[in-house]
């Protein structure tokens, strides 16, 4: 065989492994994903152990959502330079480390201080992942199906969570949901060792953009925290005007410096590109929706149904597997058929839509299946439009700026997700009240005893909620269908969704 054969089949052999590639960071992203929703499980468990109130113990999962948010963007921006196998490789060391100390935690200040470790690691993930995924597989068809079956692992293990950590707190303890993440860890890092290559943009760093990342890391911490605590605080509070102050001056600077720097870590020039925007704004709306509404199942569940939290959490078991499967089997079939990323995120969009408006017709005498149906029809359409969704944004930019692009679209979804948990959690307290203002406007009560009249009062109120989730469930399927429409603002060819194998290779570069 001569060179330039052994060349070409040296080139080719990676190729064999890129579904490991995906596997690989399947189960990076699966872990980080599920560790969030895992240990609002075990709270309850630690507030008892160390002996701390409910609302101290929120700064447990309030921390972690703060830096996560914060080194996201920052993470993106190293991965494109220093090598994305490099930050995914950190990214994992430290979250194992992060772990083991969480789960030796001995009172709640080191608990938070390790779970701030824990996040800052995590956030290396899903910019890398997406970055690696993007230049592995280089033809837009795999391209598309390998982004919509990782999308889809995201998705899901915010699902699984609940189902296995229940069983781990209950059988080992609270620390058990931390130590796990040891072992499968140790598996992710080994397969992120054996398996991905080392891939580097051509781009590279001479000025890090710190003032950039710093004035944004203060921007998204006053976020999310105004978006965790609003509800408490009251919106018109002096701390959450406060936080408003704070939010808009340093989003303002960030502004100043990113227009100037020659390297900013967020680059506005995205802004530009109608495709970037559309898709962005496509998974905002969506994620708003999905998250706010589907945060209040269980609580619904629970309140009306009488459903204890094993069993509210089995109601998601339908969604965690049709997410999965729409993805590899729909989305592999949509890409054969050639359809564009516009019309597969049109229609999985609008149906997602049609699925949050089942939702509006639970009342107390539903079954489990009247909520495994619009639940698990939700599942499907969204599974097949997440590959589109994701791929919609890497092809919308150069391959050197595919880690960065990442970070923005996660940026997008996880605030998208917090707005819409901190909405719609108010106005499930709100529509409550006006309903309540409004049945007793038109009720007449015929009571001849205090007992009746109090029992009629607690059936006027029970009727206000009740109406009151169906609202929010209504206002989902707006907001979703609103966001489908958004396809229109993209481009019909994306060009840079079709990177030839020689572009590909040279943003693999390093």
């Known amino acids: 065989m001569n060179t330039e054969s052994k060349n070409a089949a040296a080139d080719r052999a990676p190729d064999k492994l890129r579904w490991m590639v995906l596997l690989t960071v399947i189960v990076g992203t699966f872990l980080g994903r599920l560790d969030q929703t895992v240990v609002n499980l075990a709270i309850p468990k630690i507030i008892d152990d160390f002996g701390v109130t409910v609302s101290s113990a929120s700064w447990i999962v309030t921390a972690y959502i703060i830096a996560n948010a914060v080194f996201v963007p920052i993470w993106g921006k190293l991965g494109d330079t220093i090598g994305r196998k490099k930050v995914y490789v950190i990214g994992f060391l430290v979250f194992i480390f992060g772990s083991i100390l969480a789960g030796l935690a001995w009172n709640l200040s080191s608990m ?56 781990l707190i209950d059988t080992f303890g609270w620390r058990s ?62 701390s959450a005007l406060v936080s408003y102050a704070l939010i808009v001056v340093f989003s303002l600077i960030f502004w100043l410096i990113e227009r100037t720097h020659p390297e900013p870590v967020v680059d506005f020039e995205f802004f530009r590109n109608d495709t970037f925007n559309g898709a962005l704004l496509n998974n905002f709306l969506l994620f708003l929706a999905m998250m706010g509404s589907v945060y209040a199942v269980p609580i619904f569940a629970q309140t009306f149904l009488g459903y204890d939290a094993t069993q509210s959490g089995l109601l998601f078991v339908p969604m965690g597997v049709c997410i999965p499967l729409s993805a590899a089997i729909l989305g592999r079939y949509f890409q054969s058929r050639n359809y564009s990323n516009r019309a597969v995120i049109f229609w999985s969009t609008a149906g997602g839509a049609a699925a949050f408006y089942l939702l509006s017709f639970i009342d107390p005498r539903s079954t489990a299946f009247d909520l495994y149906m619009p639940l698990a029809v939700m599942a499907v359409f969204m599974g097949f439009g997440m590959g589109p969704r994701t791929n919609a944004i890497a092809g919308a930019v150069p391959p050197s700026e595919i880690g960065v692009a990442s970070s923005i679209l996660a940026l997008a979804r996880n605030i998208g997700g917090a707005f819409g948990v901190a909405i719609f959690a108010t106005l499930i307290n709100t529509f409550s009240e006006n309903n309540v203002l409004a ?72």
Do not use: C
């Open 112 to 167: 938070v201080v390790f779970r701030i470790i824990q996040a800052v690691a995590s956030s290396a993930d899903y910019p890398t992942a997406m970055a690696i995924i993007a230049v592995t597989f280089r033809t837009p068809k795999e391209r598309g199906q390998a982004l919509g079956i990782w999308s889809s692992a995201f998705a899901s293990s915010a699902v699984f969570g609940p189902l296995i950590g229940g069983p």
């Open 177 to 238: 949901v931390f130590l796990i993440n040891l072992p499968v860890g140790l598996l992710g890092l080994f397969m992120a060792l054996a398996y991905v290559r080392e891939l580097v943009s051509e781009k590279k760093i001479l000025n890090f953009d710190w003032w950039g990342s710093a004035t944004l890391g203060v921007a998204l911490a006053t976020l999310v925290l105004l978006l965790d605590r609003g509800s408490d605080w009251g919106w018109t509070s002096p």
């Open 439 to 510: 049945l007793s406007r038109y009720s007449i009560i015929h009571a001849t005893s205090a007992v009746e009249r109090a029992t009629a009062v607690a059936l006027i109120e029970l009727k206000a909620q009740v109406l009151a989730y169906a609202e929010i469930y209504r206002l989902a399927a707006v907001v979703v269908l609103l966001s489908a429409f958004t396809v229109f603002l993209m481009k019909k060819e994306e060009s840079g969704a079709k990177l030839s194998h020689e572009e590909a290779a040279r943003a693999e570069a390093g």
